[in-house]
């Protein structure tokens, strides 16, 4: 049976935004509701509401304070946030291929030190997972997953680099990601794919969106380059599975 989920928080957030909690630890099930909210609020909009921003956890929604006030704008999102999470959609689905190690996957071998197997045996961890996209945040397209297998689960680097590779695939704590741009990170560096989560000029600008599904599999570092170079020119080289 499912944990019960305890009743969302409103938590004010600066004098026009909300944070509206379910939950304080990284949680799917909460999650769920995070993005449920979200759908609510954009398919039945409230008047003064200017931007919903979706996380792991919570929703932080933006407000014009000249149109709703803080206990108005609670009061009318409350009930929806505590409503049941509506029938089940179907997902999207995305394989997406990674060149693990080398150059590509810097603490690839660092990684299998620690956790006492070899690279192979993370790899084979690593794309035989299931991972659900939470959220995206941090630079544009930068993918937040869960569904970590409990076996990869470890500790962020205790010195975090000041610059690590766009295309970068990584585990950090109880998470996964894609790095979509050049950035700092702390996250241990398994690997590095072509696809771009995020590109401004192709249509679609984003290409992952949180509830989406993703696994990985493994390409050598010449296909790497091929499909590097087709992704540069506006390719989606991520495949879709049909759901």
């Known amino acids: 049976m499912a944990a019960t989920l305890p009743p969302p928080r409103l938590l004010p957030s600066g004098d026009s935004a909300v944070t509206v909690e379910f939950s304080r630890t990284i949680d799917d099930a909460a999650n769920e509701r995070v993005l449920a909210l979200d759908k609510a609020l954009a398919a039945n909009p409230i008047d003064g509401i200017t931007e919903t921003v979706p996380t792991y956890r919570s929703l932080l929604v933006h407000y014009d304070p000249g149109t709703i006030g803080f206990d108005a704008l609670g009061a009318k999102i409350l009930p929806i946030a505590s409503q049941p999470l509506p029938p089940a959609t179907k997902t999207r689905r995305w394989r997406i291929p990674v060149a693990y190690g080398g150059e590509h996957g810097i603490d690839l071998e660092d990684v299998a030190k620690a956790l006492n197997t070899t690279p192979d045996d993370i790899i084979a961890r690593h794309s035989g997972g299931d991972y659900r996209v939470a959220m995206i945040g941090f630079t544009p397209g930068w993918s937040y997953l869960s569904g970590l297998d409990k076996s990869l689960q ?20 109880i998470q996964a990601g894609i790095q979509c741009l050049a950035a700092p990170s702390g996250w241990h560096l398994l690997g590095r794919t072509p696809v771009r989560t995020y590109q401004l000029h192709r249509n679609p600008t984003f290409l992952t969106e949180p509830g989406d599904r993703v696994t990985f599999f493994a390409i050598d570092h010449k296909t790497f380059g091929e499909l590097d170079r087709a992704a540069e020119a506006g390719e989606i080289v991520a495949e879709q599975v049909t759901a």
Not at 154 to 173: H, K, Y
């Open 154 to 173: 470890m500790s962020r680097r205790q010195s975090p680099r000041l610059l690590t590779p766009a295309g970068t695939i990584s585990i950090g704590g």
